[in-house]
Nanobody, 117 residues
Framework: VQLVESGGGLVQPGGSLKISCTAS????????MGWYRQVPGERRRLVAG?????ATKYDDAVKGRFIISRDRYTVHLQMNSLKPEDTAIYYC??????????????WGQGTQVSVSV
């Protein structure tokens, strides 16, 4: 499965940004999809996940601000009320084994999101 992200960029604090991930096959065939992010010097961590039934999971740092959604071939992450600490490379991931991308197998190339004045 190939995953291609789009929509990253620079946004001011408090602003919104939507990033998307297009898969090479129907995402319903993959148990769960989601987004990880990474800042320099730190490990990648899960931001949001969505499983085959539509249930979602969010990191505490983004709850109430980020929304993950999906359609047939695409997973979206709507990011609102962005903070400078949300600056990171965001990776689209897919996991055929677990319900909330605990062990991602498929990775996109990453898209940079920068939050700054």
């Amino acid at each position: 499965v190939q995953l291609v992200e789009s929509g990253g960029g620079l946004v001011q604090p408090g602003g919104s940004l939507k990033i998307s991930c297009t898969a090479s096959e129907e995402i319903f065939r993959i148990n769960s999809m989601g987004w990880y992010r990474q800042v320099p010097g730190e490990r990648r961590r899960l931001v949001a996940g969505i499983n085959f039934s539509g249930a979602t999971k969010y990191d505490d740092a983004v709850k109430g601000r980020f929304i993950i959604s999906r359609d047939r071939y695409t997973v979206h992450l709507q990011m609102n009320s962005l903070k400078p600490e949300d600056t990171a490379i965001y990776y689209c991931v897919g996991d055929p084994a677990t319900v909330f991308v605990s062990t991602p197998v498929f990775w996109g190339q990453g898209t940079q999101v920068s939050v700054s004045v």
